[in-house]
């Protein structure tokens, strides 16, 4: 049966979601599954924005054949080709063959990448360009890279609804309430909203920050992303997190210490780090093993806090493989302007945290503080001096 949401007087929800994927992108693990947006305008001309992943593809077509009622379906508006959105775009033009499909020159190039030799018409638009459909009158903003090149986002001025492809979207299926403002967003969705903006989008700070520069010419009132809950209340909150977010700016004063432990004794440096900084007034203080953490949630948090400790044993003459694959992620995916401290361990030559402070040092305006501490097998009293002292100028820098 159908499973729709009304979200203005002409428009629906016709999305769906997904709890049985356990890897977004076949890499990053989800717990809440994920939803695939998609919208329906009832104007005097029909259009769809956006279609779903074909994981879905049985209940949004029913979704549309409810809402169209027997009508026929006008346009489909792909603002982003990645098959997360645009799989089920062949099923489409095969049931409704007239419809005609709105992108950009890069959009029908890759729809004829992954559709070779589908025939279908198209309206081609650029920047500015605008599609009246009646009552509604839809403009055309270019947002390469956020999150492909070909990514564009429309903005309904009738209604005030931007439709922003993959931007304010986040992972975790919806549960009947679509509205950011039917959540307690904060408290359940917005760990995940990062860790989705981070890892996906998190590269192109840049691109972001000249969207938003874009959207803040438009008097939006309702934010419709692809993946998450609708913004229809509060457009500031999360506004503003996809401004920190991109600007790489921390939202947090806070200290994350990530280690790599085989046997316990680069864990014990990163507890006795951890209880002196407390120990000193920090209360923001996350503790990660690296073993048991994925990356993408390391990468979030990354984005979240002004601080970070690693702490890596010498491994193979070089730094832990799963503490070098989050260094290269973070360089990947252009963490920085953070604050890091560094310390290793080594039986018979630590090398570890020298390895890791080069790596740090080819990331963009990465504080490295000189300060470090070196183990061998395991942490001495002795040692204490130097993780206060330690401790003290990761303080003096979150002044
Ligand atoms: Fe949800 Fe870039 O696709």
């Not at 929800?13 to 049985?20: K, Q, T």
């Not at 994981?55 to 990645?82: C, P, Q, T, W």
């Not at 520069?213 to 913004?231: E, F, N, Q």
């Amino acid at each position: 049966m159908h499973c729709v949401r009304k979200i203005a007087d002409d428009i629906h929800w016709v999305g769906g979601s997904d709890r049985r994927i356990a890897l977004f992108e076949n890499i990053f693990p989800l717990t809440r599954g994920v939803s695939y947006n998609s919208y329906l305008v009832s104007d005097e001309k029909t259009v769809l924005v956006d279609t779903v992943d074909h994981a879905i593809s049985r209940e949004f077509i029913e979704n549309i054949l409810y809402v169209l009622d027997g009508r026929k379906l006008d346009y489909v508006i792909v603002n982003h080709m990645e098959p997360d959105h645009c799989s089920v775009i062949g099923e489409l033009i095969l049931r409704y063959p007239e419809i005609c499909v709105v992108g950009n020159s890069k959009t029908f190039q890759m729809i004829g990448q992954f559709f070779p030799g589908l025939e279908y018409s198209r309206h081609e638009v650029k920047e500015g360009d605008t599609l009246s459909t009646g009552r509604h009158t839809f403009s055309f903003v270019m947002a390469p890279m956020v999150h492909w090149p070909e990514a564009m986002v429309t903005f309904d001025s009738t209604e005030g609804i931007l439709f922003s492809a993959d931007a304010f979207g986040t992972f975790g299926a919806l549960d009947g309430t679509i509205f950011a403002d039917e959540v307690n967003f904060d408290r359940d969705w917005l760990d995940e909203a990062r860790r989705y903006y981070t890892n996906i989008v998190g590269k192109y700070g840049i691109q972001v920050q000249a969207l938003l520069k874009k959207a803040s010419a438009l008097d939006i009132k309702m934010i419709c992303p692809l993946h998450g809950p609708v913004w229809r209340e509060n457009l500031g909150y999360i506004l503003d997190k996809y401004d920190k977010w991109s600007r790489y700016e921390a939202e947090e004063k806070g200290v994350m210490i990530v280690y790599a432990s085989m046997y316990g004794n680069t864990e014990n440096m990163a507890n006795v780090l951890a209880c002196a900084l407390a120990g000193k007034g920090v209360k923001n203080i996350r503790v990660y093993d690296i073993s048991g953490t994925d990356v993408s949630t390391l990468i979030s948090e990354s984005f979240k806090y002004s601080n970070i400790v690693l702490a890596s044993p010498t491994y193979n003459g070089a730094v832990y493989p799963l503490m070098e694959n989050y260094l290269a992620d973070m360089k990947a995916l252009s963490v920085q302007n953070r604050t890091v401290a560094v310390m290793d361990n080594g039986t018979w030559a630590a090398v570890a945290g020298k390895q890791m402070a080069n790596k740090l040092a080819e990331m963009k305006n990465m504080t490295v503080i000189e300060k470090t501490v070196s183990a061998k097998s395991a942490m001495l009293d002795s040692q204490l001096d130097d993780i206060n002292a330690l401790a003290d100028e990761i303080i003096s820098t979150m002044k």
